[in-house]
């Protein structure tokens, strides 16, 4: 089936530009992580949620950054007034739920979206 | 806040030579995943180890889990070229929803 999508794959944006990313989970999939990865990083976390609500947005940066997930399904990340900074590849994944005792199921990643910001 | 350290951070061997790569979090973790990113790609699960001490073996890899569930370690045996990516630890606390990614060992392998 269908993995995780992302779209688009490449971005590039002028400082100081607001950009939209979008990640279409894998179907069923109820929980949906968005992570950053710098060059030689590992990625790094920047919200959670569980259906339509944001259970864990303790990893966006400052308050430029901006995700939904209206219907609990696809997402979208917002960055407002970009910075040189905020470029990186913007990884989404899904899973298929949260495990019993809070331990997670495998983690379904996408190929997700450079942003370069110019 | 909670830190996933990762060592070595690059490995080169001769094709057939073994690899190991260690992980340690500054807290103790509820459990612990492994994934492979193959260069140019995404992250793509390996494993996930739950309970102190638990060794689990996929084929040439081994993934040990330390007693004191702080600590990981992924063992190849005889690598294969099809080995080269880079292998990520990340790791859970109790009660909190996010993964927090090890820095990877990138394994490099001479034919």
């Known amino acids: 089936g269908a993995g995780v999508s992302q779209t688009p794959s490449n971005k590039v944006t002028e400082k100081g530009k607001y950009v939209e990313l979008r990640c279409d989970p894998i179907?069923?999939?109820?929980?949906l992580y968005w992570y950053r990865q710098s060059l030689g990083q590992g990625p790094e976390f920047l919200i959670y949620?569980?259906?339509?609500?944001?259970?864990?947005d303790s990893g966006l940066p400052n308050d430029r950054f901006f995700a939904v997930r209206p219907e609990g399904s696809v997402s979208t990340l917002k960055i407002q007034r970009t910075e040189r900074g905020d470029s990186a590849v913007y990884l989404c994944?899904?899973?298929?739920?949260?495990?019993?005792?809070?331990?997670?199921?495998?983690?379904?990643f996408g190929p997700g979206t450079r942003l370069t910001v110019l | 806040g909670q830190q996933v350290m990762q060592i070595p951070q690059y490995q080169h061997v001769q094709e057939g030579e073994d690899f190991t790569t260690y992980c340690n979090s500054s807290?103790?973790?509820?459990?612990i995943q492994w994934y492979k990113q193959r260069p140019g790609g995404h992250p793509v699960f390996l494993i996930q180890?739950?309970?102190?001490?638990e060794v689990k073996k996929q084929k040439r890899l081994t993934f040990q889990f330390g007693e004191a569930k702080k600590n990981s370690s992924l063992h190849i045996t005889a690598t294969q070229t099809t080995d080269v990516g880079t292998y990520f630890c990340?790791?859970?606390?109790?009660?909190?929803?996010?993964?927090?990614f090890g820095q990877g060992t990138r394994l490099t392998i001479n034919p």
């Open positions: 994944a899904s899973s298929l739920r949260q495990g019993a005792f809070g331990g997670y199921n495998e983690q379904f």
């Open positions: 179907s069923g999939h109820t929980a």
């Open positions: 949620f569980q259906g339509t609500g944001a259970a864990d």
């Open positions: 807290t103790t973790l509820s459990n």
């Open positions: 180890l739950v309970k102190s001490g």
């Open positions: 990340a790791g859970q606390v109790q009660g909190a929803q996010k993964l927090v």
